[in-house]
């Protein structure tokens, strides 16, 4: 079951009343998880480029779609790589602003995930 997200704000996010201070991944299951940042700072040394390994990490099989809150100005972006490997896998990919994509998360239709940035 998806969690609505209440809100986010820099530094934070609101996911199903809970307040998490740091970026997380929703799974098709609906479970929050804390985001495994170091997957792209060990290649791109920032975690502001999602990299293939990241991507491997955060797939799941069944997905349609994935939803990435690239923060709340816009940094965060995919690596050729990992765009590559989600249009491989028939995921669609929606990149947006954390505050825009908070609310396409919660009005989106079908099996996805979400990855969500909460500062810059």
Known sequence: MKPKIDKS???SITIAGERYSYDVLIRLSGN????????????FGTSH???????????EKGADWIIIGTGQSGMVKLSDEAEEFFEQKGCQVIALPTPEAMRCWNEAKGMGIGLFH???
Request: proline share 0%; with cysteine; charged share 35%.
């Open 32 to 43: 929050v998880e804390k985001r495994k940042k170091k997957l792209s700072r060990e290649i």
């Open 49 to 59: 480029i999602i990299s293939l390994a990241e991507a491997e990490y955060v797939y």
């Open 9 to 11: 704000s820099f530094g």
């Open 118 to 120: 909460v500062t810059c």
